[in-house]
């Protein structure tokens, strides 16, 4: 996940920042480019696995030409603080856009993962909850083609419940988002994750294992797996195969 998100974060900064600019503005000849799709697409794969992924490696840094050009557009102000990784000053910004266009999920999102980036938790569950309350309120209105699912965003609830080692509600969390979407293979990874937290191993073992059936070509899934079955201490075997399992799917880790 982290390096797909390397790879779109190259992609994004490679194009011009008039580019880079009009495709945080929504300009439809942009946000349909192939390059935009790819970006997209690389950002889903790995917010679909872990909704907190970040590129922590990198620090805030600020070009100030850039900045002065963004800084009286809110939008673009809080979303140039986003990208550069400028989280507190992301979580002050984008509440003062939000104040104009709420129904900007997108945006709320970011500042969902601005307040968790700055361990602001209590504010980033409040923004969870008004970002599904809009999600529902908008799938009473009308029926659509495709289903909206909010999977991952109870599973951003339990990963903030999570980090303050609230199991209880953690789980409680992800089981919703398994009520929203059954195939949704990350939220049974973080069960299990809760109760190897909790030396609830048959539990662990258990989660993975329905992980495991739902996504059988997810290395990292086996590797956890493995992981676990070497704290049972008598089960090296399985845990040599699951190892072994995630070295097939990617060999070269």
Same mark, same amino acid.
């Given at each position: ?172 969390? =992800? #089981?919703? &988002? @398994?009520?929203? /979407? ?10 299990? %994750?809760? +109760? $190897? ?27 956890? =797996? #493995?992981? &676990? @079955?070497?704290? /049972? ?10 190892? %072994?399992? +995630? $070295? ?6």
């Amino acid at each position: 996940n982290y390096y797909r998100l390397k790879l779109s974060d190259a992609l994004f900064w490679a194009q011009s920042w008039e580019w880079r600019a009009e495709r945080a503005a929504g300009a439809e000849f942009v946000t349909k480019s192939k390059e935009s799709r790819l970006v997209d697409s690389l950002e889903n794969m790995a917010y679909y696995r872990a909704p907190f992924e970040n590129l922590f490696a990198t620090q805030c840094r600020l070009d100030k030409d850039t900045y002065e050009y963004y800084k009286d557009e809110p939008f673009l102000h809080a979303w140039y603080f986003y990208v550069r990784r400028c989280y507190p000053q992301a979580a002050e910004a984008f509440p003062k856009y939000l104040a104009r266009k709420p129904g900007d999920l997108g945006a709320r999102m970011m500042l969902v993962r601005s307040y968790y980036w700055t361990r602001q938790w209590g504010n980033a569950l409040r923004e969870i909850d008004v970002t599904l309350d809009s999600l529902r309120a908008r799938d009473a209105k009308r029926t659509y083609r495709f289903l909206l699912s909010k999977e991952v965003l109870e599973t951003m609830r339990g990963d903030i419940y999570q980090a303050q080692e609230d199991y209880f509600n953690a789980k409680k969390a =992800y #089981g919703k &988002a @398994l009520e929203e /979407n059954l195939t949704y293979w990350p939220a049974h990874v973080r069960l299990a %994750r809760a +109760a $190897l937290a909790q030396n609830e191993l048959p539990e662990a073992l258990q989660e993975f294992e329905q992980a495991i059936q739902l996504a059988p070509d997810e290395a990292t899934v086996h590797f956890e =797996y #493995g992981l &676990a @079955l070497l704290n /049972n201490g008598r089960r090296h075997a399985d845990a040599e195969k699951a190892f %072994r399992r +995630a $070295l097939e799917l990617e060999p070269h880790w």
